[in-house]
């Protein structure tokens, strides 16, 4: 069976839950990737009020829509980040609160568990044909970091800074894991440049800090990988029992020097002068390909789910060929070896 083909609803956010169903249906996607924030899921909502959670399901449904996960990136970051104003435009009010760092981050870790909790009631309410399909309950999102200030080593960086920068993500989200557990969800963390983890090296130290415990694995999304020259392929390899979700996402890099690196040189999305940008699907420098072969090694069976960002294209122009090119894209794993049968009388 082929595996369902989603969109990821953070970007669409200023469209309202039943017209983006509505939307996506005609654009070609079997579901949503539900993002808390907008109107698509409501983490309160969905624990307060008793009927909210059957009617989301209710519009999906009528749309012939699934859902696979859903996702708080937003209030994840602010669990170990180093809180700014930068944080309030992004924040639920009542998390950001009177914008005290500390009190911040606690409303965040607490959200997030509750986040926990309004997943296990969602998918608890899904249809029988969702169950069937659904392998996990999955939260993606962010976690946030207080050591990304430091991936560029100036001044030095001191003796265990970088340890204890671990050892506090650690502290800050085994509690919220705790509760992951407690209702069996898994949070899967879109590594990512500002994260705690945003490369091999750096996943690998995180689910270390955690002492491998298997609520936390990883959104896989390679195009936060592709201009970092990371390899994003022997991410799902070695990741292979952590890929609790994948993210379909493009990005373009120069073949040639350009007036800014992979820094970005302050310049904003879309500018000319950048040497990578993200892209509609197919239209970057990510090898699929090989994406779907590795998670054919690895028999990853759920979502494909779109996270549509290209700044110079109509993005439901975009949204629509990326179906298309995931559909086309995808393919089940053999399941005979093509030369034996050539014995066959």
């Known amino acids: 069976m082929a595996r369902p083909v989603t969109l990821f609803t953070g970007q669409w956010a200023d469209i309202s839950f039943e017209a983006l169903c509505k939307k996506a249906r005609a654009f070609g996607y079997d579901g949503l990737e539900l993002a808390c924030w907008g109107d698509h899921f409501d983490v309160n909502k969905a624990l307060d009020q008793r009927a909210y959670v059957k009617k989301k399901w209710d519009t999906l449904t009528r749309y012939g829509l699934e859902c696979f996960a859903i996702s708080n990136h937003l209030v994840g970051q602010a669990v170990c980040d180093n809180i700014d104003q930068r944080h309030k435009f992004i924040l639920p009010a009542h998390v950001w609160g009177n914008g005290d760092p500390e009190g911040v981050r ?9 986040t926990a909790q309004a997943a296990r009631r969602f998918f608890d309410a899904a249809p029988a044909a969702v169950k069937k399909r659904l392998n996990r309950a999955v939260v993606n999102g962010f976690t946030g970091s207080s050591i990304w200030h430091l991936v560029y080593s100036f001044p030095p960086v001191l003796p265990r800074q970088i340890e204890n920068g671990f050892s506090d993500f650690a502290n800050q989200w085994n509690p919220i894991l705790d509760v992951f557990d407690q209702y069996d969800v898994v949070f899967a963390l879109e590594a990512h440049p500002t994260e705690i983890a945003f490369d091999l090296a750096s996943a690998k130290m995180a689910v270390d800090a955690l002492g491998g415990r298997k609520a936390f694995g990883f959104n896989f999304d390679p195009s936060h990988f592709v201009y970092q020259s990371v390899d994003y392929v022997q991410f799902i390899r070695e990741f292979h029992d952590r890929i609790y979700h994948v993210h379909m996402k493009d990005a373009w890099v120069s073949p040639t020097p350009r007036r800014s690196g992979v820094f970005g040189g302050h310049l904003p999305f879309g500018h000319s002068e950048r040497c990578w940008e993200f892209r509609s699907l197919g239209r970057g ?3 699929f390909e090989q994406i779907i072969r590795a998670l054919n090694e690895i ?5 494909l789910s779109v996270e549509w960002e290209d700044q110079n294209m109509d993005r439901e122009y975009g949204a ?15 399941s005979i070896v093509f030369d034996a049968q050539f014995h066959q009388k």
């Open 285 to 287: 420098s990510v090898n």
């Open 106 to 114: 606690q409303r965040a870790a607490e959200e997030m568990k509750r």
């Open 320 to 334: 629509i060929e990326s179906a298309a090119f995931v559909k086309r894209l995808d393919f089940a794993p053999s």
């Open 299 to 303: 028999q990853y069976q759920g979502p």
